[in-house]
């Protein structure tokens, strides 16, 4: 095999782990911030029911909050302590986790706290159960569909496994050596990179769309 067959294939090799890992890292932390929100949402409900205001409840969760979240809050109670308005804290951390569950958490303190709501914590709750009971179903899912995840790794790693048991054989390995046998190895891995990628997008489920995307805004500001 070429020197230039063996730095394309390792070129190719090295990208699609690059890219992986980078996927698995974002999605590792994405998966944990969201199980983390029924917790974040019984923090804030119990600070809220012990008579703590809306500001307080949320640097409540930057001190004892979960650990994938918790730096968001302490940096938004870090801008309240600085004097920076409430809707532009709270737009910090609508910005943080552009998460759907977030915007409706957000959405929900601050019109509480702008206009006052004795359903607060009733909402709060309702949310919480919502949280929670998606969780769950997702949770279920995955696991149903963790076959075709399965499938995806044995698919792209069951051709190079006889290409390894062919190349064993004197007359095969002859024929790998030559300018189309190369070719074919390169086409072959390049195939197996498209065809994984593609199966671990039909394996991914659907986000949730964000309804409340726009940045909260002060109406009493002058």
Known sequence: M??????IINTIILMGLS???????S???????????PEVLDLIISSLQSGASISESLTTVGKVGPSSVRYQFQTFS?????????DSSLNYLKSEFS????????????FASMFGSKNTI????EL????????ALRGEIQIRFGWIKNSANLAALAPWLLFLILRTQENARQAYIQPVGQLIIISGVITTFIAYIWMQKIAKLPTTKRLFTLEISNNEQS
Not at 2 to 7: A, G, H, R, V
């Open 2 to 7: 070429s020197l230039l067959t063996i730095i």
């Open 99 to 110: 998460d759907p569950i977030a915007d409706q958490l957000f959405e929900t303190l601050y």
């Open 122 to 125: 009733k909402v709060l709750r």
């Open 128 to 135: 919480s159960e919502y949280v929670s009971a998606d969780l």
């Open 78 to 86: 870090e801008k309240i302590s600085n004097g920076e308005r409430f």
């Open 19 to 25: 890219l992986s890992y980078n996927s698995y890292k």
């Open 27 to 37: 999605k590792k932390v994405k998966a944990q911030q969201a199980n983390s929100w």
